[in-house]
């Protein structure tokens, strides 16, 4: 070949390395615009805080790690740019439909609940029912300030709104879920993520609501060793609950079906297998997916907006205002009665089972060592829980038609 024609072939292909420089070039920027740091907005940063600051409590501090450790991570998956987790083509977000928007999650959750659920206490001493009813006292006064802020900060809740939000006073996360997806389903998520948070903070936030309201004296009342109760008794209880349920208030059924239904399983004794895959498998499958499906919703775009920002204050308000409730109603009952209950235990009666229970009772031994309150707390403990249900049925009933 002649110079004059090597020369030609190496002018010719210039053009084509030119060409392949520049795809490699493009490619290389496409790859860079697909990363998380091209990608990473301040809010999904923030918010991937929080959900570290959820694992280190649920890991370090050990603050109801079955809840915050799946929100936490929850959280944080669904704030991983480009990846759409938690959008509706994303495994959270098939999850959270399914299970969330539904109502599914916390009618298992329920019955779950119920297996676990040991209803002697409040048969053996029937008067710390109303330290349970009282604590719904924060529900229905967070449902009058949750229209109030709605006027004052211009939020825009509805009525239906306000009565979701409410709920969150019984620290009843399946409760809460179960309402929001009746009455209010945008902001389900908010709520979700509000009641389980407070939930896994009761030992954080109610100590100091119970030594404000109470003396020393009082945190240290030591109350009567309960009596034993029969089977037949706790076999009689969820049948009664459930029928009286449906007479009365036919729209807290499910809730309340659900978790008598899981009791009646546990106490029969004849269902022993039953009865353990709803303590054991079936609840702690829903307990992982409940979890990663909430944290889904500490996505930014959701969770850093004015609504959901009120909606945290509210529910914070409505909790204390519960725990506060039970406290002060055992005080009232105090004064009409011979055998004293110490009111450490009145704040047990928001829902949130067993941490609340156990919250009283260390308190109670922080002033006196030989008083033992778990037991006497759980009476009040698992009467929040119908009585959140109950609250939820009669919001459904009012505001859901």
């Known amino acids: 070949m002649s110079i004059s024609g090597v020369a030609e072939g190496a002018i010719a ?33 923030i918010m991937i805080i929080v959900g570290l600051v959820l694992l280190y409590l649920a890991i370090s501090k050990e603050f109801e790690p079955l809840l915050l450790l799946p929100i936490g991570f929850g959280g944080i998956l669904s704030n991983i740019p480009v990846a759409n987790i938690a959008g509706p083509d994303g495994f959270l977000g098939m999850i959270y439909g399914f299970g969330i928007e539904t109502g599914l999650f ?20 029937p008067r710390t029912a109303l330290l349970g009813a009282a604590a719904q006292f924060g529900i229905f006064g967070t449902l009058l300030g949750a229209v109030a802020l709605s006027d004052i900060a211009n939020l825009g809740f509805t009525l239906k709104d306000a009565g979701a939000i409410a709920i969150i006073g019984g620290a009843d996360g399946p409760t809460a879920i179960f309402l929001a997806s009746k009455l209010s ?14 939930m896994a903070l009761v ?3 109610q100590p100091p609501i119970m030594r ?12 009567q060793q309960l009596r034993v109760v029969g089977k037949r008794e706790k076999i009689i209880f969820p049948i009664s609950v459930l029928l009286l349920c449906a007479v009365l208030l036919p729209d807290a059924t499910p809730l309340i079906g659900a978790l008598m239904f899981g009791n009646l399983i546990k106490e029969s004794g004849v269902t022993d297998r039953l009865s353990k895959t709803l303590q054991n498998e079936l609840i702690n499958i829903v307990t992982i997916l409940l979890g990663l499906s909430v944290g889904s919703k500490l996505s930014a775009d959701k969770f850093l907006q004015s609504q959901t920002l009120g909606i945290v204050v509210l529910g914070l308000l409505a909790f204390c205002v519960g725990s506060a409730a039970g406290i002060i109603m055992a005080k009232i009952m105090n004064v009409f009665s011979k055998d004293k209950i110490n009111p450490l235990i009145g704040s047990a009666g928001v829902s949130a089972v067993p941490m609340a229970a156990r919250v009283s009772n260390k308190i109670g031994l922080e002033y006196n060592s030989q008083n033992f309150l ?3 707390a759980m009476g009040p403990n698992v009467s929040g829980v119908i009585g959140s249900a109950v609250a939820a049925g009669v919001l ?3 505001l859901g038609g």
């Open 13 to 45: 292909a210039i053009p084509s390395v030119a060409t392949e420089t520049m795809n490699l070039s493009e490619s290389l920027g496409k790859l860079w615009q697909s990363t998380g740091l091209y990608n990473f907005e301040l809010g999904q940063v």
């Open 106 to 125: 916390p009618i298992l959750i329920f019955m779950g609940v119920g297996a676990m659920t040991d209803f002697g206490p409040l048969i053996a001493n």
């Open 185 to 198: 389903p945008a902001l389900l998520g908010a709520i979700a993520v509000a009641a389980y948070s407070y």
């Open 203 to 205: 030992p954080i936030i």
């Open 212 to 223: 404000a309201l109470t003396t020393e004296d009082e945190r240290k009342i030591q109350m």
């Open 374 to 376: 778990l037991m006497h």
């Open 396 to 398: 459904l009933s009012i």
